[in-house]
């Protein structure tokens, strides 16, 4: 059901910019509303949905098109790097503006990743990365709930009522699982102990009811979802193609992974929910159009070696 990926390339711009308008309209009063102390939603016409998380595959959209550009001289930081950080940029003002550290995040780890596949400069990299460190550095100490979040992260029982209580409760939740859980719908902390239980912490929820057995063969589907888009990657000669499948497996194996963490208490709490698992319209559509998408690309390569074979 998806289009051609020659109709998807031209549509990628447009769809870069539609992205860019939707965030901007955080500059609008009560154009996004507010909740759990962020404005990151939009309600239209009766349908609520969070613009970051399609914002998300626009951007590595726009990279993958960026990138297989016959003319690109990605060794060139003016001409190479320079216009993708621009556009990083503008996204970076405008998730910090909801504000969405989050997917701030996970938009600049995918940028990278996929600049430094493509072949970018070592003191690009070098610069890339102090750079984002300061500003991330920065982002924390200039702002009281940021920084409050972190000495949280650091000591939870030191504020056991009020920031560190949802990482707490995510504690007991995999602490009363043990090896194969109370058994499913049985779970004691999503009867309203834990904060986002069925959303960003649905992963403690499964904890609790699958115990380690569970969560270890979850993981495990997902390593096997990284794995087979990576490999997808590999075999791919496209260049857009190459880079738009790395690109999309990247985004899930990264945010599989800070969810994890997050909800184990490995990283500071944020708003991150797991793929295809967590609740919410938004995250489920956008990760299924990357798997679509994913699924495609396998498909046209499964083609070309049958007609291959064939002949």
């Given at each position: 059901?998806?289009?051609?990926?020659?109709?998807?390339?031209?549509?990628?711009?447009p769809?870069?910019?539609?992205?860019?308008?939707?965030?901007?309209?955080?500059?609008?009063?009560?154009?996004f509303?507010?909740?759990?102390?962020?404005?990151?939603?939009?309600?239209?016409?009766?349908?609520?949905?969070?613009?970051?998380?399609?914002?998300?595959?626009?951007?590595?959209?726009?990279?993958?098109?960026?990138?297989?550009?016959?003319?690109?001289?990605?060794?060139?930081?003016?001409?190479?790097?320079l216009?993708n950080?621009?556009?990083?940029a503008?996204?970076?003002?405008?998730?910090?503006?909801?504000?969405d550290?989050?997917?701030?995040?996970?938009i600049?780890?995918?940028?990278?990743?996929?600049?430094?596949?493509?072949?970018?400069?070592?003191?690009?990299?070098?610069?890339?990365?102090?750079?984002?460190?300061?500003?991330c550095?920065?982002?924390?100490?200039?702002?009281?709930?940021?920084?409050?979040?972190?000495?949280?992260?650091?000591?939870?029982w030191?504020?056991?009522?009020?920031?560190?209580?949802?990482?707490?409760?995510?504690?007991?939740?995999?602490?009363?699982?043990?090896?194969t859980?109370?058994?499913?719908?049985?779970?004691?902390?999503?009867?309203?102990?834990?904060?986002?239980?069925?959303?960003?912490?649905?992963?403690?929820?499964?904890?609790?009811?699958?115990?380690?057995?569970?969560?270890?063969?979850?993981?495990?589907?997902?390593a096997?979802?990284?794995?087979?888009?990576l490999?997808?990657?590999?075999?791919?000669?496209?260049?857009?193609?190459?880079?738009?499948a790395?690109?999309l497996?990247?985004?899930?194996?990264?945010?599989?992974?800070?969810?994890?963490?997050?909800?184990?208490?490995?990283l500071?709490?944020?708003?991150?929910?797991?793929?295809?698992?967590?609740?919410?319209g938004?995250?489920?559509?956008?990760?299924?159009?990357?798997?679509?998408?994913?699924?495609?690309?396998?498909?046209?390569?499964?083609?070309?070696?049958?007609?291959?074979g064939?002949?």
């Amino acid at each position: 059901l998806l289009p051609s990926f020659k109709l998807i390339q031209r549509l990628t711009l447009p769809f870069l910019f539609i992205s860019i308008g939707i965030l901007s309209l955080i500059y609008i009063p009560g154009a996004f509303q507010m909740s759990g102390g962020a404005k990151r939603w939009i309600s239209f016409v009766g349908i609520r949905f969070q613009p970051a998380e399609f914002a998300k595959i626009a951007f590595i959209l726009f990279l993958a098109k960026n990138l297989s550009r016959p003319s690109i001289h990605i060794r060139s930081f003016v001409s190479g790097v320079l216009p993708n950080f621009v556009f990083l940029a503008i996204f970076s003002l405008l998730l910090l503006k909801q504000p969405d550290f989050g997917s701030l995040a996970l938009i600049f780890i995918v940028s990278f990743l996929m600049l430094f596949v493509a072949g970018i400069k070592k003191s690009a990299i070098f610069t890339t990365i102090t750079t984002s460190l300061l500003l991330c550095i920065y982002a924390i100490f200039s702002t009281p709930y940021r920084l409050k979040r972190l000495t949280t992260f650091l000591n939870p029982w030191e504020n056991a009522k009020d920031g560190g209580f949802q990482i707490i409760q995510s504690y007991l939740a995999f602490y009363n699982g043990q090896l194969t859980g109370l058994g499913l719908g049985l779970s004691k902390q999503k009867l309203f102990f834990l904060p986002e239980a069925h959303t960003d912490f649905i992963l403690a929820v499964i904890a609790e009811e699958m115990g380690f057995l569970g969560i270890a063969t979850l993981l495990a589907l997902f390593a096997f979802i990284s794995f087979t888009g990576l490999r997808i990657t590999f075999r791919e000669k496209d260049q857009f193609k190459k880079f738009l499948a790395f690109g999309l497996s990247i985004l899930i194996t990264c945010q599989t992974f800070f969810n994890v963490c997050v909800v184990s208490g490995l990283l500071p709490t944020k708003g991150i929910s797991l793929p295809f698992v967590s609740s919410g319209g938004s995250s489920l559509l956008s990760f299924l159009f990357a798997i679509g998408l994913l699924a495609k690309i396998a498909h046209l390569q499964k083609e070309s070696s049958d007609y291959a074979g064939s002949s």
